[in-house]
């Protein structure tokens, strides 16, 4: 069964994300990491290619010809990814693929917006008996 994480109180989705992506490859965990849309995408490929600023982390989009040999694939559309290690949503809705994955992390911002969203999502998996951990990230980077 997915274990499924949420990070709350991060001030950037996206660096946090990047961050996370860097524990994961130098763990040699495979990551997709769902955005929200083709913006989003973009976004999150020109992160990866500066964050963190002394190392680099090997990424494509889903689509891509290398995504077979690439730890860290980034799409919009969840159906192109090709391995299940762990998943990481900045997308606003619950991923429909996240069960296919041995890890989920949820990552919430501040915004109130963004915070309601993620609630529904937290209880959808609680509600269907998923493991669930919940990490502070207030005045952490």
Known sequence: MTRIDFYTHVEDRFRFACKLCTKAVASRLRVAV????????ERLDRLLWSLPAIS??????????????????????PTGF?????????????????ARFKRLIEIVSTDEADVLRARERFRFYRDRGYALATHDMTGRK
């Open 56 to 77: 680099f982390v090997p990424h494509v989009r889903a689509d891509s010809a290398l995504a077979a040999v690439t730890p860290v694939l980034i799409h919009h559309d």
């Open 34 to 41: 769902l955005t929200a849309d083709e913006d989003a995408t």
């Open 82 to 98: 090709l391995h299940d290690d762990l998943l990481i949503n900045l997308s606003d809705d619950r991923p429909a693929v996240f």
